[in-house]
């Protein structure tokens, strides 16, 4: 589990205020201050999840909002403003002589830890798509997904920041979003054009968009998605459903046409002769709608999630809370859960078609590639846990929340190794690849066969069945398969003559 941290930089925001809103501020808490509202001849409030609390009992001057407003740089087209080298926005309402009379000054604050139910998405190299209401922290989520491409997994990303939301104000990008770069955005009508800029100009291998929210934005994302580009970004709208009946932006999940379908085709389907169908292939491969802080339901194949809202069915999201991603229950006539059963999966060269594909999480990808010619194993390694067979970690690191998921999510089996050095992963693989002696070669195989009849037969028959007497090298490979049939066994005797007994379940 990640641990959340926070990094706001408060005192700057705050220090805008007139002094008696400061003092009163500091009597009301500031822990969950979500935003500070200063419109003026009504009383100013201080807004928190599930509060608006008056910081005083005398309404907002004209005087006040001249205070704050010289404390900042200009206001953008798009009528915001920040303060150098924070997250925080400023946003301003004028009146119709385009004067300013109502400020709305949000905290931005970078939460580390905040994607943990959806990292495996991001670390999938997917083009995914936040959807959720105002305020629910879909732009925090952006500015950990840069920071997590850019420095924990070493891609060149880039952030297109419109209103210098996600990276904060000032020249230098916040350290909230990592080592990813940044592109400003002169008007927020220039945002579509900055998208394109980015992939011609800089190659990068993931763009990180928040607000896509016109038709030239959706018609820039795409072709950034065409281009094999990673594309993460937010858009308009609480869930996929509002996305797909929204004309502008529709296109971001394939686009939506009118088909008249013949008199047999319409029989067949059981449907009228005019129906709507997906239009394309969608830009965003996921979606992501956010409910809650630590809630999230998740289409993760938004072609099919969309076709299911077209014929009129209820598509199947994945509801994620806290840290566990609600799947699918085990049937309970399995002994013990896939997600078990998968982890003590042993690759015996033997029996396998292709190269056995190793994904390696929190450890060196070089070392494990190096090792693998060392010991000229059938195997490679893979970029995203999706195309594995199996995940190599850090005996430190089998507890993150990600990478449960991605054992729930492909039932993957893991294998630690408790220090990120070469002689550990070699020792590793030769176990899993059951890499012993020229003269016990011909041992190994036959207690493969030995094991894999035995386990035949008692699934078949419902009876319990002694092996051979084995070392305990050979014995802890046994175990792992017959574990790998869902069956259990014991091992039972005192050496040499010590030997497994498969039971039925």
Do not use: W
Request: a neutral charge.
């Amino acid at each position: 589990m990640t641990a959340k941290t926070h990094l706001d930089d408060l005192h700057l925001l705050i220090k805008l205020l007139p002094p008696e809103l400061q003092k009163s501020l500091a009597l009301q808490g500031q822990g969950e201050l979500l935003e500070i509202i200063l419109d003026l001849g009504r009383l100013p409030q201080a807004r928190y999840p599930h509060a608006a609390l008056n910081l005083s009992n005398q309404p907002v001057t004209r005087e006040d909002l001249d205070a704050v407003i010289g404390a900042l740089g200009e206001f953008g087209a798009d009528n915001r403003a920040g303060i150098e080298g924070t997250l925080h926005r400023i946003s301003a309402i004028r009146n119709r002589r385009g004067e300013i009379i109502g400020l709305t000054l949000r905290v931005g604050r970078a939460v580390f830890g905040t994607i943990d139910l959806i990292r495996d998405l991001v670390e999938s190299g997917k083009s995914l798509v936040l959807l959720g209401r105002p305020g629910v922290g879909k732009t925090t989520k952006l500015r950990e997904v840069a920071r997590v491409l850019a420095d924990d997994f070493g891609k060149r990303v880039v952030v297109i920041d419109t209103s210098n939301e996600i990276a904060g104000d000032g020249d230098v990008p916040h350290p909230a979003i990592g080592s990813a770069r940044r592109m400003m955005v002169a008007h927020p009508d220039r945002q579509h054009a900055v998208m394109i800029e980015a992939v011609e100009n800089h190659m990068p291998e993931a763009i990180i968009v928040d607000e896509i929210g016109t038709a030239t934005e959706a018609m820039a994302a795409r072709t950034i998605a065409e281009r094999g580009v990673q594309l993460i970004g937010t858009a308009h709208g609480n869930t996929l459903e509002n996305l797909v009946l929204n004309p502008t932006l529709c296109d971001l999940v394939g686009g939506v046409q009118t088909v008249t379908l013949s008199d047999e085709e319409a029989r067949l389907r059981g449907t009228q002769k005019t129906v709507s169908e997906r239009k394309a292939p969608p830009t965003f491969d996921i979606v992501v709608e956010i409910t809650a802080r630590d809630e999230v339901v998740v289409h993760p194949d938004t072609a099919q999630a969309v076709d299911a809202i077209l014929s009129g069915t209820q598509p199947k999201g994945i509801r994620r809370q806290g840290l566990v991603a609600v799947q699918s229950p085990v049937t309970a006539s399995e002994p013990e859960s896939a997600v078990e059963i998968a982890r003590e999966v042993l690759f015996v060269r033997s029996d396998r078609q292709r190269p056995v594909r190793i994904y390696a999480y929190a450890l060196s990808r070089d070392s494990v590639e190096r090792v693998i010619r060392d010991l000229h194993l059938e195997a490679r390694t893979v970029r995203y846990p999706d195309q594995a067979d199996l995940v190599v970690t850090l005996r430190a690191r089998e507890d993150d929340a990600s990478l449960q998921r991605i054992v729930q999510g492909g039932q993957l089996p893991v294998h630690a190794v408790k220090k990120n050095t070469t002689a550990q992963i070699r020792q590793l693989l030769r176990s899993l690849f059951h890499i012993v002696p020229g003269d016990k070669q011909d041992e190994v195989g036959e207690m493969v066969r030995e094991t894999e009849r035995a386990v035949q037969q008692v699934k078949a028959e419902g009876v319990m069945a002694e092996l051979s007497p084995r070392s305990a090298a050979l014995r802890q490979m046994q175990h792992r398969i017959v574990t790998r049939h869902g069956l259990v066994a014991e091992s039972i005797g005192c050496e040499p003559h010590r030997h497994l007994v498969i039971y039925p379940m």
